[in-house]
Nanobody
Framework: QVQLVESGGGLVQAGGSLRLSCVAS????????MGWHRQGPGKQRELVAT???????NYADSVKGRFTVSRDNGKNMVYLQMSSLKPEDTAVYYC?????????????????WGQGTQVTVSS
């Protein structure tokens, strides 16, 4: 009933910038927290940044000061502006959202994930 689709990944040199976008679509009643996670080669998936519906943000220590998460509630979108990129930021980046959705005559809550977008930072 709900889909999250990321875009904006690619190849960038160290020190460069990228902006990731994620749009949620479907039978959405409302979206609570949204966020970005990543999984690097041979690593476990880790939290990068989250943002509440009110705009409160939280970042992993490794990206503080370099990444900025934002959202557009009217468009059901979340963004991740990444600057001063390092080779260790190379990963598949996933968008996630805590979403209330309509199904039948009810409203339900579920955490949805996107399919991921590859970010590669060359040295």
């Amino acid at each position: 009933q709900v889909q999250l689709v990321e875009s904006g990944g690619g190849l960038v040199q160290a020190g460069g910038s990228l902006r990731l976008s994620c749009v949620a679509s479907g039978s959405i009643a409302s979206i609570n927290a949204m966020g970005w996670h990543r999984q690097g080669p041979g690593k476990q998936r880790e939290l990068v940044a989250t943002i509440t519906s009110g705009g409160s943000t939280n970042y992993a220590d490794s990206v503080k000061g370099r990444f900025t998460v934002s959202r557009d509630n009217g468009k059901n979108m979340v963004y991740l502006q990444m600057s001063s990129l390092k080779p260790e930021d190379t990963a598949v980046y996933y968008c996630a959202g805590d979403i209330l959705y309509y199904s039948g005559r009810g409203v339900y809550s579920k955490n949805y994930w996107g399919q991921g977008t590859q970010v590669t930072v060359s040295s």
